[in-house]
């Protein structure tokens, strides 16, 4: 029963630490600790589908967890839940949910869902309110030098850009 009661232990030790290791490189924009889903949470815990669908930030429940890429994303209700399920990609913020203003510049900051923006149907973060209004005086340039450095920054760690 020991021996038992052990290998579950390390089993499930191991698995948190693959799913902690899965984001090793910072290319998405978590929040730091384990969800009950044993991975991290994107988003700030904001449902994705009300964020892009309709601009609002709703805040999202573990109760309507969807884990995607070993993150887990809260949603307010089983539907957002449900499209988010059917199409993850339409809904997650680009550059793995870091400001887009910052990975325009090589860098990875936090992006927050109550500073966002919707172009071409792709939700972009900024870190602030400052950085949001530096964005919007030039949406084309910043989102076309994001575009190009992203693939450049996407796997290297935060702490080393």
């Not at 910072?26 to 309709?54: C, F, M, P, Q, R």
Request: glycine share 8%; proline share 2%; with cysteine.
């Amino acid at each position: 029963m020991c021996t038992k009661t052990f290998l579950s232990a390390l089993v499930f030790v191991s698995a948190i630490a693959v799913a902690s290791g899965a984001n090793a490189v910072d290319e998405y924009n978590v929040s730091k600790g384990i969800t009950a889903a044993g991975v991290t949470l994107g988003l700030h815990g904001v449902d994705a589908v009300a964020l892009t669908s309709l601009g609002a930030v709703a805040e999202g429940s573990a109760a309507y967890t969807v884990v995607h890429d070993d993150n887990a994303y809260y949603f307010a209700s089983q539907d957002s839940a449900d499209r988010f399920s059917a199409d993850p990609e339409r809904y997650l913020p680009q550059y793995g949910g870091f400001c887009a203003f910052a990975v325009a510049l090589g860098k990875k900051f936090d992006g927050d869902p109550m500073f966002a923006d919707i172009v071409d149907g792709k939700l972009y973060l900024f870190v602030n309110d400052a950085i949001y209004r530096k964005y919007l005086a030039n949406k084309a340039e910043t989102l076309a030098k994001a575009e190009e450095t992203w693939p450049k920054i996407k796997h290297t760690a935060v702490d080393e850009l």
